[in-house]
């Protein structure tokens, strides 16, 4: 099937085709599908490259998107004896992705991001392809920080972000938030988990691998919260604690897809990770949210940074791991239930826009 796009809009038809990458958790590939509509509405065809036992794999193959496997090893900051071999696997990836491109000739790769994109952005450059990139955090990640001298221009989400991109390659985008986020129904949210209007609803995520932090301590203070509160618990893939389920007001579930949209739009409050997708769709949704980001000592500190960011704009409350008790949980949402006006208001009054149609004219900017 041929897709066209009247690129110059004086009725000249030309053949576009953009090659997508990025993987290794589910925030490196969700900002790609909230750009595949309106890039598919453009009329570009839409390709992907991943890894064969990627997350990104499943998702893409179950929008019907022609997907590429590539080989790719995972980028560490830290000793492991993988680190021997891994670097054999991204220069693998580098040849596999290179040829790929060579034969599909796509007019631009768009990067997300992730252990996998890089043998894609460094097999685009070999091949003169522009690169975009995407990074959500403050700071940029490994994996991107290796990518961005072979790229053309670098998408951020965070106005902090552009004086750490160097080349005057940095634009501040936003990031892109699917549009049926936004188009989730309370009433259906509500009906899924069999909860009436009798009281506010908290919704608790740990990121798309859960938050093994998060879920001992809801669950340690979970009759507590269950006073005030009816609770959606997306608790992580194994994480289910089957001890609860009888427990009239706590549905938990493993992992969220399709209905992911309508009870976010059920739930009054959040507790969650600080991971920059989904507290941008916090904003986005004008949601009142507690933030327990990451701790440094298991991560580069991203999102402590991106959760002081959205404390500093009075968009929420930030909680330490290190510092987290049941009573300290209890007492900080009893603080945010009394101030959940202000902060909806502070959301309200943001300028932070929809990353979407900023990164598409990016895109078609440099298509060629």
Same mark, same amino acid.
């Given at each position: 099937m041929l897709f066209f796009i009247d690129k110059l809009g004086d009725g000249f038809l030309e053949k576009y085709k953009i090659i997508m990458t990025g993987g290794g958790s589910a925030g490196h590939v969700t900002p790609n599908l909230a750009l595949i509509p309106k890039l598919s509405d453009?009329?570009?065809?839409?390709?992907?490259?991943?890894?064969?036992?990627?997350?990104?794999? $499943?998702?893409?193959?179950?929008?019907?998107?022609?997907?590429?496997?590539?080989?790719?090893?995972?980028?560490?900051?830290?000793?492991?004896?993988?680190? *021997?071999?891994?670097?054999?696997k991204v220069l693998k990836g580098v040849l596999e992705a290179a040829r790929i491109i060579k034969r599909e000739k796509p007019n631009i790769v768009f990067s997300k991001g992730g252990f996998v994109s890089v043998p894609v952005v460094i097999g685009a450059y070999l091949n003169r392809i522009p690169v975009i990139i995407h990074e959500s955090d403050i700071t940029p990640g490994l994996a991107n920080k290796i990518s961005i001298p072979f790229s053309t221009k670098v998408c951020v989400t965070f106005p902090e972000s552009v004086k750490h991109i160097k080349g005057n390659k940095g634009v501040l985008t936003g990031t892109p938030i699917?549009?049926?986020?936004?188009?989730?129904?309370?009433?259906?949210?509500?009906?899924?988990?069999g909860?009436?209007?009798?009281?506010?609803?908290?919704? !608790?995520?740990?990121?798309?691998?859960?938050?093994? !932090?998060?879920?001992?301590?809801?669950?340690?203070?979970?009759?507590?919260? *269950? $006073?005030?509160?009816?609770?959606?618990?997306?608790?992580?893939?194994?994480?289910?604690?089957? =001890?609860?389920?009888?427990? $009239?007001?706590?549905?938990?579930?493993?992992?969220?897809s399709e209905e992911l949209t309508h009870l976010m739009a059920a739930a009054d409050?959040?507790?969650?990770?600080?991971?920059?997708? !989904?507290?941008?769709?916090?904003?986005?949704?004008?949601?009142?949210?507690?933030?327990?980001?990451?701790?440094?000592?298991? =991560?580069r500190g991203d999102q402590i940074l991106n959760a002081r960011s959205f404390e500093k704009s009075g968009?929420?409350? !930030?909680?330490?791991?290190? $510092?987290?008790?049941?009573?300290?949980?209890?007492?900080?949402?009893?603080?945010?239930?009394?101030?959940?006006d202000t902060y909806i208001h502070n959301m309200n009054n943001s300028s932070v826009k929809n990353g979407v149609d900023e990164i598409i004219k990016l895109i078609k900017k440099y298509t060629h």
């Open positions: 453009l009329g570009y065809e839409i390709q992907y490259i991943g890894t064969e036992k990627g997350i990104e794999r $499943k998702i893409i193959e179950g929008e019907g998107i022609r997907y590429h496997i590539i080989s790719s090893g995972k980028l560490r900051r830290y000793i492991d004896i993988k680190n *021997l071999s891994d670097p054999f699917r549009e049926d986020l936004l188009k989730g129904s309370k009433l259906k949210g509500r009906q899924i988990c909860y009436g209007d009798e009281k506010p609803i908290l919704m !608790v995520i740990g990121g798309s691998l859960g938050s093994k !932090v998060i879920n001992d301590i809801i669950r340690k203070k979970i009759d507590t919260l *269950l $006073k005030q509160y009816n609770i959606i618990h997306i608790c992580g893939k194994g994480n289910l604690d089957n =001890s609860l389920s009888s427990k $009239k007001g706590y549905k938990q579930f493993e992992y969220v409050m959040f507790i969650s990770r600080a991971g920059a997708n !989904v507290i941008f769709e916090l904003l986005a949704l004008k949601k009142p949210n507690i933030l327990i980001p990451l701790s440094a000592k298991a =991560s968009y929420s409350m !930030v909680l330490e791991e290190e $510092k987290l008790t049941g009573e300290v949980l209890i007492e900080t949402m009893d603080r945010l239930f009394k101030q959940k």
